[in-house]
């Protein structure tokens, strides 16, 4: 397939030198997400890839500016040692959410709580239960807490015969009550989350490929003819739509999106550059229209406008 489309990254950060600089050589970096609040939030640990209770977690948040490209700031977190395996940091309204992808229930009376809620200072606030088999997960300004599941969350395992993540797909609120769940779309595994610039959740899922958007109370399913998509990100603009490719695909594609009659234009590889050299293979983040990409052990962005 011939390339059509050019995406030249901007870097954010480099890891190596940033670990050094805060004196965290021993630590590895488990997670990265860009916030609502166009923050980017780094999660680090100190025992991976053996995690095990009683970690020792960095957070390092980067107060980012979009519009220059530039890091203003950067707010250093030590969390302490925890007694759970987190692999997610988040932002919540006034505090950052850690979260387990994995949690055992082992009867009623002894089920592990895997999402721990901390003010700005570090301190645990509170702790709740999101379920076993967490895919990915997305926070709002409006304290909305998006949860995504993979198979083993959707059908069980870890003694969960009837697994909180049944659905696929679940919206918490801060007190850890659900307000939304899927309940339309046979969702085996929820491969893709993000949220478009009218702050509406769009989805991707195994078995069908199909990419919904929904506001919660209508949805627009849309075909993309793309299957095994494990990242996605809508352009600000809501009229181009970037797609990882899927199974065995390491490539980027971009197509035209008309939302309103759930239509999509045709495929087109996107080049992904740093200095002018592609990328074949990264770690990525999308939140809405704000993208991250890591690189031999540095962090990139771009802003999909």
Request: hydrophobic share 40%; glycine share 6%.
């Amino acid at each position: 397939m011939r390339i059509d489309k050019t995406m030249n990254l901007f870097e954010i950060i480099n890891i190596t030198q940033l670990k050094k600089e805060y004196q965290i050589e021993p630590f590895t970096l488990i997670d990265f997400t860009v916030g609502f609040d166009d923050l980017i939030y780094l999660l680090f640990s100190k025992n991976v890839p053996e995690r095990t209770a009683n970690t020792h977690y960095i957070a390092l948040i980067i107060i980012f500016d979009w519009s220059s490209n530039s890091v203003c700031n950067i707010v250093f977190q030590d969390l302490g040692i925890l007694e759970f395996d987190y692999h997610f940091i988040r932002p919540l309204k006034d505090h950052i959410m850690l979260i387990g992808a994995r949690c055992r229930y082992h009867d009623r009376y002894n089920i592990e709580q895997n999402v721990l809620m901390l003010d700005k200072k570090g301190t645990a606030v509170k702790k709740l239960c999101f379920g076993d088999g967490i895919e990915n997960c997305i926070t709002t300004a409006d304290e909305l807490i998006i949860v995504s599941y993979f198979d083993e969350g959707v059908f069980g395992n870890y003694g969960w015969s009837k697994p909180i993540g049944s659905s696929g797909l679940i919206v918490w609120d801060t007190e850890g009550n659900i307000i939304w769940k899927n309940k339309k779309y046979k969702i085996y595994d929820c491969y893709a989350i993000n949220i478009d610039s009218g702050n509406r959740l769009w989805f991707y899922y195994y078995s069908d490929f199909n990419l919904v958007c929904t506001d919660f109370r209508s949805d627009i399913v849309i075909h993309p003819g793309i299957s095994g998509c494990h990242a996605f990100a809508l352009s600000e603009t809501q009229q181009k739509i970037l797609f990882s490719g899927g199974y065995d695909d390491t490539s980027f594609y971009q197509c035209s999106i008309d939302i309103p009659h759930g239509k999509i234009g045709e495929k087109q590889k996107v080049d992904i550059r740093i200095n002018n050299t592609s990328i074949e293979k990264s770690i990525c983040h999308f939140y809405g229209s704000k993208l991250l990409f890591l690189v031999n052990n540095a962090l990139y962005g771009f802003y999909f406008t």
